[in-house]
C-alpha cells in the first residue's frame, strides 16, 4: 500500500497509507489529517485542498488539467508552481512516499 507524507503548516508531520485510485484528498480526510477541507467532497468546486507537492515527485504528479488550473488561481493560500488541488491526484504504486506540504490557508 502506497504511503502519503504531509506536512501540516503547523510542522506536523503524517505518514498515512493510501489505497491505490484514491485522491489524495479522500486519503487524508479519511485519517483525519487536518488542514484538508475539501469542502466539494472532491467535485473540484471549492479548492480547499490546496497542497504543494515536493519537488522530487512533480513530474511523478502530472500537471493541472485546465480546470483544475482555473481553480488554482482562487485558493486562499498563495499559489506556488508546485500547487495542486489533492482531489485531483489519485495515487499509483508509482506515487508510494508522495510528500506534499499542506497549504496554510484553505
Ligand atoms: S475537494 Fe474541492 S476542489 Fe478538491
Given at each position: ?50 497542497v504543494y507537492i515536493a519537488d522530487s515527485f512533480i513530474?511523478l504528479t ?20 508546485n500547487s495542486r488541488?489533492?482531489?485531483?491526484i ?8 508522495l510528500e506534499a506540504e ?5
Amino acid at each position: 500500500m502506497p504511503k502519503i507524507i504531509l506536512h501540516s503548516p503547523t510542522g506536523a508531520l503524517f505518514t498515512v497509507d493510501a489505497q491505490i485510485g484514491a485522491s489524495v484528498m479522500e486519503t487524508a480526510v479519511k485519517h483525519g489529517v487536518p488542514g484538508i477541507v475539501a469542502e466539494c467532497g472532491g467535485a473540484l468546486s471549492c479548492a480547499t485542498c490546496h497542497v504543494y507537492i515536493a519537488d522530487s515527485f512533480i513530474d511523478l504528479t502530472g500537471q493541472a488539467d485546465d480546470f483544475e488550473d482555473e481553480m488554482l488561481d482562487d485558493t486562499a493560500s498563495v499559489r506556488k508552481p508546485n500547487s495542486r488541488l489533492s482531489c485531483q491526484i489519485r495515487m499509483t504504486a508509482a506515487l508510494d512516499g508522495l510528500e506534499a506540504e499542506i497549504a496554510p490557508e484553505q
